[in-house]
């Protein structure tokens, strides 16, 4: 299996950046910057956290790390003071916090940085969201043999030029944790008469076709994000902190794994 290389750039100059190749964002200059690269890695800081005043040091070292070891990459590395700027665009609970912006897109269940606050994790991070998210095959029976089928499955025959392909990119790039993301590779891309996408439901394996336009970006992106992230959803050790920031109420369902049809008729409820 080949996976495809993604690299969205747009040419911007950033005169507010820093020696230490970090950028302020501020209220001023925050929409240019969101907009100038592929991936925009922010810390949100406050200047009276002590948690803030030990991060700022790593944060800034780790982005002379990553930008002397990927000069070329798409990304901007940003510190905002979020009491006095744009931290009231966003809730958070807490300080000081990480995440990434991908595409002018911020996806908070899966866009915080929740790793150890090193500059090894740090660049590894960014390094991942800059990866390829999609999975390429070259035939139907190659992906089945290869598909884990209990996790949430979006599957595309579709054509690589044009804006189609290039926002399923993005919008893979966005959902990557939600779910997994298989295109044809460019022998099958150039064999078809027409886009096609599909969600594979794990629970019952049932294929759900997308009828849409596939130029609309937000369209799209609205149809495999109800797709990915279900009405009802599973709390593990792992993402009941995610969770809990959404400030949502909890309904919580006790039930045994291997009885998933009676998670079915939740949603209905």
């Given at each position: 299996m080949?996976?495809?290389?993604?690299?969205?750039?747009?040419?911007?100059?950033?005169?507010?950046?820093?020696?230490?190749?970090?950028v302020?964002?501020?209220?001023?200059?925050?929409?240019?910057?969101l907009?100038?690269?592929?991936v925009?890695?922010?810390a949100?800081?406050?200047?009276?956290?002590?948690?803030?005043?030990?991060?700022?040091?790593?944060?800034e070292?780790?982005?002379k790390?990553?930008?002397?070891?990927?000069?070329?990459?798409?990304?901007?590395?940003?510190?905002?003071?979020?009491v006095?700027?744009v931290?009231?665009?966003?809730?958070?609970?807490?300080y000081?916090f990480?995440?990434i912006?991908?595409?002018?897109?911020?996806?908070?269940?899966?866009?915080?940085?929740?790793?150890?606050r090193?500059?090894?994790?740090?660049?590894?991070?960014?390094?991942?969201?800059?990866?390829?998210?999609?999975?390429?095959?070259?035939?139907?029976?190659?992906?089945?043999?290869e598909m884990?089928?209990?996790?949430?499955?979006?599957?595309?025959w579709?054509?690589?030029e044009?804006?189609?392909?290039?926002?399923?990119?993005?919008?893979?790039?966005?959902?990557?944790?939600?779910c997994?993301?298989?295109?044809?590779?460019?022998?099958?891309?150039?064999?078809?008469?027409?886009?096609?996408?599909?969600?594979?439901?794990?629970?019952?394996?049932?294929?759900?076709?997308?009828?849409?336009?596939?130029?609309d970006?937000?369209?799209?992106?609205?149809?495999?994000?109800?797709?990915?992230?279900?009405?009802v959803?599973?709390?593990?050790?792992?993402?009941?902190?995610?969770?809990?920031?959404?400030?949502?109420?909890?309904?919580?369902?006790?039930?045994?794994?291997?009885?998933?049809?009676?998670?079915k008729?939740?949603?209905?409820?």
């Amino acid at each position: 299996m080949r996976q495809s290389s993604f690299l969205y750039l747009i040419v911007f100059v950033l005169s507010c950046f820093a020696q230490d190749g970090v950028v302020e964002l501020s209220m001023d200059n925050h929409d240019q910057i969101l907009s100038s690269s592929q991936v925009v890695f922010v810390a949100f800081c406050a200047d009276w956290c002590p948690f803030s005043r030990r991060l700022k040091p790593i944060f800034e070292e780790s982005a002379k790390v990553f930008k002397k070891e990927n000069p070329t990459a798409s990304v901007v590395w940003a510190v905002v003071d979020s009491v006095r700027q744009v931290g009231h665009t966003l809730i958070f609970t807490c300080y000081s916090f990480l995440f990434i912006m991908k595409n002018i897109s911020f996806n908070k269940n899966n866009s915080l940085f929740r790793s150890t606050r090193s500059v090894e994790a740090l660049t590894t991070f960014v390094k991942y969201q800059l990866s390829t998210a999609i999975n390429e095959f070259a035939t139907h029976d190659e992906m089945e043999q290869e598909m884990d089928k209990s996790k949430r499955n979006i599957v595309a025959w579709i054509k690589r030029e044009g804006e189609a392909y290039a926002n399923l990119k993005k919008i893979a790039a966005l959902l990557r944790e939600e779910c997994v993301f298989w295109v044809g590779n460019e022998a099958v891309a150039n064999s078809i008469d027409s886009n096609k996408l599909s969600f594979i439901d794990p629970d019952s394996l049932e294929e759900q076709k997308f009828s849409g336009n596939f130029e609309d970006y937000e369209f799209l992106k609205q149809w495999v994000t109800d797709k990915c992230i279900p009405l009802v959803r599973e709390v593990t050790f792992e993402n009941v902190e995610e969770l809990t920031e959404e400030g949502l109420p909890f309904l919580i369902f006790f039930r045994d794994p291997k009885k998933r049809n009676k998670t079915k008729c939740l949603p209905n409820k």
